[in-house]
């Protein structure tokens, strides 16, 4: 069984939640005066967190054996 995870305390937590803040704080959240922008503001935070989850996850194996 596989799982995609991101260990609690880590470096790379802490780099996730950076890099987050910082790509969350660049986009403008003041102009969505209707729906098709408040729509492709709520995409473009879908999309900044996916692709910073894809770029620290570690994708791990787990079996009988693993540790909790």
């Known amino acids: 069984m596989h799982r995609i995870v991101l260990k609690c305390d880590s ?3 802490a780099v ?4 987050v803040s910082e790509e969350l704080s660049q986009l403008d959240f003041y102009t969505p005066n ?3 922008s ?4 709520s995409e473009a935070i ?7 989850w894809a770029t620290y996850i570690k994708r791990i194996m787990v079996t009988t054996q693993s540790k909790k």
């Open 11 to 13: 470096k790379e937590e």
């Open 46 to 52: 879908s999309r900044l967190i996916a692709d910073c």
């Open 34 to 36: 209707s729906v098709t």
């Open 16 to 19: 996730f939640v950076l890099s």
């Open 38 to 41: 408040l729509d492709s503001l």
